[in-house]
C-alpha cells in the first residue's frame, strides 16, 4: 500500500528529527543531517498548507525546561507534578501556596522566543502555515508575532489567570502582583473563589 503527501512530509521530517537528536553537537556538516533537512524543506516548499505540533522540546532553547527529560521540572522535583494535578490543586491549600511561589519564579518570565519559534513565523509569512498546534503553556509563538488566530493551545497559557468558579479571566501579572505584596493564596475578586493559571492540569478537559 502506497504513502500519500501527508505521509511523505510526516516521514521526512520525522527524520530529519531524529537526525538532529542523535548528531554529537559540533557536527552540523554531517551529510545524513544535510539530507534528512533538505528533504524536509523540499517537501514543505512543494505542501500548501502545513500544521505545526509543538511541544515542550521547542521553548528549551528559550530557558525553560521541559517536564520529564534528564533536567526537567518534574525529574528533578517530583513533587511539582502534583501541583499540576487539579484535585490536588482544589483540595490542598499548601499546594496552591507552592504553586503561588513556583510561579513567581518561573523561567517564562524572562524567556524569548528562539530560532525555532521564529522559523514558524516564516513559515507562517510564506503562506504555508495553516495552523499552529501547541502543546505548551509559555506564549513564546505569541511572542515571536506568530498570527493569534492560527495558534491553538491545548494546555492553555500560563500568561492568564483564571476563577474555577466563574468566569474571570485576567493577565496573570496581577495575580502575582497580590502574591508579591503578600497573599499567599490570592482568592478571586470577584467572587472569592479559587484562582489558577489559564492552563490544562491533569483532571481538566483539553480545550
Not at 530557558?63 to 534528564?70: A, E, K, N, T, V
Not at 522566543?113 to 507562517?124: F, I, M, T, V, Y
Not at 467572587?191 to 489559564?198: N, P, R, T, V
Amino acid at each position: 500500500m502506497g504513502t500519500g503527501p501527508h505521509d511523505r512530509v510526516s516521514e521526512a521530517l520525522s527524520r530529519a528529527a531524529s537526525v538532529l537528536l542523535v548528531n554529537e553537537p559540533g557536527h552540523p556538516d554531517d551529510p545524513s543531517t544535510e539530507q534528512a533537512i533538505a528533504d524536509a524543506s523540499s517537501l514543505i516548499d512543494r505542501a500548501e498548507r502545513v500544521t505545526v505540533l509543538t511541544g515542550a522540546g521547542i521553548s528549551t532553547d528559550s530557558r525553560i525546561p521541559d517536564f520529564r527529560g534528564p533536567q526537567g521540572v518534574w525529574t528533578k522535583n517530583p513533587g511539582a507534578e502534583k501541583q499540576a494535578t487539579l484535585q490536588n490543586y482544589l483540595t490542598d491549600a499548601e499546594v496552591r501556596r507552592r504553586s503561588w511561589r513556583s510561579r513567581l519564579d518561573s523561567p517564562v518570565w524572562g524567556a524569548e522566543p528562539n530560532p525555532g519559534h521564529l522559523a514558524l513565523l516564516r513559515l507562517e509569512t510564506r503562506r504555508k502555515l495553516h495552523l499552529l498546534i501547541t502543546q505548551n503553556i509559555d506564549g513564546l509563538h505569541h511572542a515571536a508575532g506568530s498570527d493569534p488566530d492560527r495558534i491553538v493551545e491545548v494546555h492553555g497559557n500560563v500568561r492568564e489567570v483564571m476563577c474555577l468558579s466563574c468566569d474571570y479571566v485576567a493577565p496573570m501579572v496581577e495575580a502575582l502582583n497580590r502574591v508579591r505584596l503578600g497573599e499567599d493564596d490570592p482568592a478571586c475578586p470577584q467572587c472569592e473563589g479559587i484562582l489558577k493559571s489559564a492552563t490544562i492540569s491533569f483532571g481538566q478537559n483539553l480545550i
